[in-house]
């Protein structure tokens, strides 16, 4: 049996539960609510709650690799991707690590990201070209998602420069829907906080997935997003939610209010969705 493509199972995700949102997994122990420490025992303690409470509002799953190894355990990271694809299968996982290098390292990347983590895609950065993107695309049913133009201010310095007439951002764009996805793997990241810019991808690009980090935390507008970014099915984005969603409270209740916050994300992108 051939396997299902990452872009397949984004779309079956969308419909299965009529969401777009992404619940970004970044724990931060200091911030946690009591009770969970900062080994990976509390960390993946921390996660799967938060995982098991906004799981019927999310549509994807998102966590940063840096958080669970600046605190030495990658053994959490593996044991939460394990229970999402577990308990919340059909789910896809988005491994954030921004990965970036020649191929014979991104060869090692890939199978860390794909085989040793499990995650259903992986973010990488196009600065290295090509041939640093294409060892993640030989992996089969994997989804590979480029950043181009990302929520920081500090993007700009970069992704703004002029190439011919053009912003750096638009060339990435164009060539990873044009040149770099003969397998149709990739997506792209743009950020929340840039409308402007995630309606001039969207332009280049198609349908292609795009992953928007920046709604929550950063002050990205869901309705101005969901403008921008939405395919004519009024799919095509995962948004993503991370502090916001995380870190709604710190007592007792935080599940629950994680929870709270994921539907109500949820339902103000669906809000923007339906009226078009
Ligand atoms: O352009 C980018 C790319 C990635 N991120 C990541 O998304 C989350 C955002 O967290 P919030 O708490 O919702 O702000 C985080 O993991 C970033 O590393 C991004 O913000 N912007």
Request: aromatic share 8%; glycine share 10%.
């Amino acid at each position: 049996m051939q396997t299902p493509s990452f872009n397949s199972s984004l779309s079956a995700a969308w419909q299965d539960t009529g969401s777009l949102l992404c619940v970004g997994l970044d724990p931060e122990p200091s911030r946690f609510p009591q009770g969970f420490g900062a080994d990976p025992e509390g960390i993946f303690g921390f996660c799967r709650a938060i995982v098991d409470a906004t799981a019927p509002f999310a549509s994807t799953f998102k966590p940063q690799i840096a958080y669970f190894a600046a605190h030495r355990a990658e053994s959490a990271l593996e044991a939460l991707i394990e229970h999402i694809h577990t308990a919340h299968p059909g789910r896809p996982v988005i491994l954030d690590a921004k990965r970036g290098d020649i191929g014979s390292t991104a060869e090692q990347y890939a199978i860390e990201a794909f085989e040793r983590y499990r995650a259903d895609a992986v973010t990488v950065s196009p600065y290295l070209g090509f041939d640093s993107i294409s060892p993640y695309l030989e992996h089969a049913g994997r989804g590979v998602i480029v950043l181009c133009r990302t929520s920081n201010p500090g993007g700009s310095d970069l992704q703004f420069l002029d190439v011919g007439g053009r912003p750096l951002y638009e060339i990435v764009a164009e060539k990873a829907a044009r040149d770099w996805n003969a397998t149709g793997a990739l997506s792209l990241v743009v950020g929340a906080t840039f409308p402007r810019e995630i309606a001039r991808v969207r332009s280049c690009v198609g349908d292609m997935p795009l992953l928007i980090p920046g709604v929550g935390a950063q002050g990205g507008d869901v309705v101005a997003t969901v403008r921008a970014g939405r395919t004519a099915d009024g799919t095509g984005m995962m948004i993503n939610s991370s502090r916001a969603i995380l870190y709604a409270d710190r007592g007792e209740g935080f599940a629950e209010a994680a929870a709270t916050a994921a539907r109500t994300t949820r339902d103000a992108i669906n809000a923007a969705r339906a009226a078009g």
